[in-house]
């Protein structure tokens, strides 16, 4: 059985660990290893991290005992992980205690981390917070979060993606349209251990049509994993289509990052036939394709139907209200995550607000009924006002966002 505390307990345990932290000794240890930490490279400036937190570390294991946690490093960090976990850290009696944490341990020294004020504004007004969605971001992950001592999570390389040495030889084998040896190099390293799943990234290696068109050919229709970056790569139309025919049919998962390539109608569409039914998992990178709004319509009809966790960037894609009501009216029951950007689409606020309806309202008839305000990610804004005003100080009614939907 997995610990579970209250919040209150939650609350004892920050408060007795920050008294602690306060002891006029300890703060006077944390100054000087601070300053001998600072000594980077130097033999002692290890030797002083090493001291603070085997002392820290006698501290916690008995406090963290009390708790039920093990009296362990272990122990330890699990305490630590357990009060930063999301439904703890929405609260502000959380918040406040973790800064203070953070301040203390520092002993007047620059804070390495910090809970923003913006944070604690949205716990106030809205009581929880939720990260600011990023306006571009890339698709296919190439680092993964790992946990160090004292609780601290960091990013770190994934170890399940195609090496970098390994991605330059499939873009040579690429370019000088070798399928054989870029076959071989896609089946070196597998997503786990499957050999049903491939991720890689080479996204701006100039790889241009006779490349795109050779990794097309080297994909396994045996995939039931597909990560997959070729942003920037200037495929052009004609290798989006080599590549479309080569997408696995029977995927499970796909990430296709096809950003910034000049692929054209013809090219996109080509792309959005080719999207598997059978995908629960689908994140497509569109950004600056200007696929416009026919273009909307064609991804919406090929959206799969039992799709869970749908990522659509279309940061500058001019798709316009009509574009996003097609995609809408076009997201199955079954969704569970959703993450768009809307920059640049020429949206008004009808546009705009379109997917907030489905998820708010329960009797919209277009409702997502698997999918929380939690789960739905958005950036972007309004871009065509509902009314213009000319110089004479004229008022036009350019939309009309009360359209029924």
């Not at 971001?137 to 990013?155: D, R, V």
């Not at 896609?186 to 049903?196: F, M, N, Q």
């Not at 006779?210 to 004609?238: F, M, Q, R």
């Not at 008004?348 to 789960?375: C, I, S, W, Y």
């Amino acid at each position: 059985m997995p610990l579970v505390l209250s919040l209150d307990e939650t609350l004892a345990l920050q408060d007795e660990l920050i008294t602690a932290y306060k002891a006029e000794d300890l703060q006077r240890r944390l100054k000087l290893w601070a300053k001998t930490e600072k000594l980077a490279g130097a033999p002692s400036a290890l030797a002083a991290t090493e001291e603070r937190e085997a002392a820290l570390l006698e501290i916690q294991m008995p406090i963290v005992a009390k708790y039920g946690f093990e009296a362990s490093a272990k122990g330890v960090m699990e305490a630590m992980r357990y009060y930063a976990r999301k439904e703890f850290s929405a609260w502000n009696q959380v918040i406040k205690r973790n800064n203070w944490m953070e301040m203390v341990l520092q002993a007047g020294e620059p804070l390495d981390n910090y809970n923003h004020v913006w944070m604690q504004q949205e716990v106030r007004n809205q009581g929880y917070y939720r990260p600011i969605p990023e306006t571009r971001y890339p698709l296919i992950q190439t680092s993964t979060n790992a946990h160090f001592p004292e609780g601290i999570i960091k990013p770190v390389p994934r170890t399940d993606m195609l090496s970098a040495d390994a991605t330059e030889e499939l873009l040579a084998a690429c370019k000088r349209s070798d399928v054989a040896k870029a076959s071989s190099l896609l089946g070196a390293r597998k997503v786990g251990s499957s050999a049903k799943a491939v991720a890689v990234n080479i996204g701006y290696k100039s790889l241009g049509v006779a490349g795109a068109k050779t990794l097309g050919k080297a994909l396994s229709s045996d995939l039931e994993v597909l990560e997959l970056d070729v942003s920037g790569n200037c495929i052009g139309p004609e290798g989006a289509k080599a590549l479309a025919s080569g997408l696995p049919p029977r995927l499970r998962v796909l990430k296709l990052n096809i950003a910034n390539n000049r692929i054209m109608q013809d090219g996109a569409n080509a792309i959005f036939n080719m999207i598997p039914k059978s995908a629960e998992v689908l994140s497509m990178g569109l950004a600056g394709m200007k696929i416009g709004t026919e273009g909307a319509i064609a991804l919406a009809e090929k959206i799969p139907p039992g799709v869970r966790d749908l990522t659509l960037d279309l940061f500058g894609n001019g798709v316009g209200d009509a574009g996003i009501e097609a995609i809408s009216k076009a997201l199955p029951k079954t969704l569970e995550f959703f993450h768009v950007v809307l920059q640049e689409n020429a949206l008004g606020r009808r546009g705009f607000f379109m997917f907030d309806r489905q998820v708010g309202d329960p009797l919209h008839e277009h409702h997502l009924p698997n999918l929380t305000p939690a789960k739905f990610i958005k950036a972007g804004g309004i871009e065509l006002p509902e009314f213009s005003i000319d110089q004479d100080g004229v008022v036009t009614r350019q939309i009309d966002f009360k359209k029924d939907f």
